[in-house]
């Protein structure tokens, strides 16, 4: 690496040493860190409350919604919504009373699938921020031909789908899902 770019402590040997280890490579060099990427300004949730997250799935979705909602930064928007059998609920999952609204809420849906549309039609609001988009669902809706073919049809907006399991499994798999590992 360029000289000027040594850590202090490099400098500290004495001048063989030095010569030796910027020889054998063994130095060690300040590096920039490359830009990151700015996330989206928002995050956008679609828990589902079908059949299949009855009772304990429920709560273990629910409790990665919060997970995700505690990873993002201060000041980020976050929008959450039920998946009802023709509609799309607001949810405020940091507020008690509608969070024991959405863990009483029962539907006989078997996926989200029917509800994609709408959700992907809520991200393109204009008014609001751009948001990275996650529908969680149980693991056997990710499964589901049917709930396969309407996340394809539902297109780019949806940016990843988070599965839990009864037993306490998570996996997080970014859309396109295909056969790679989540």
Request: proline letters at 8%.
């Amino acid at each position: 690496g360029p000289l000027d770019r040594l850590l202090l402590s490099e400098l500290a040997h004495d001048d063989l040493t030095l010569a030796v280890r910027v020889a054998l490579n063994e130095a060690l060099y300040l590096r920039r860190e490359p830009l990151r990427r700015e996330p989206p300004a928002g995050l956008a949730l679609l828990l589902d409350s079908g059949v299949r997250l009855w009772g304990v799935p429920r709560v273990l979705g629910t409790a990665a919604a919060l997970a995700l909602i505690a990873g993002t930064r201060p000041g980020t928007t976050v929008r959450a919504w039920r998946a009802c059998a023709s509609r799309l609920e607001p949810i405020q999952l940091l507020h008690r009373d509608s969070l024991i609204q959405h863990l009483a809420a029962l539907e006989t849906t078997a996926h989200v699938g029917a509800q994609l549309p709408a959700f992907a039609d809520a991200l393109a609001d204009p008014d609001a921020a751009p948001a990275q988009a996650i529908v969680i669902t149980h693991h056997d809706a990710l499964e589901d031909p049917e709930f396969r073919r309407a996340l394809a049809a539902a297109g780019p907006a949806i940016g990843f789908v988070a599965t839990v399991t009864r037993e306490g499994a998570f996996e997080l798999h970014a859309t396109p899902c295909s056969s790679r590992p989540p």
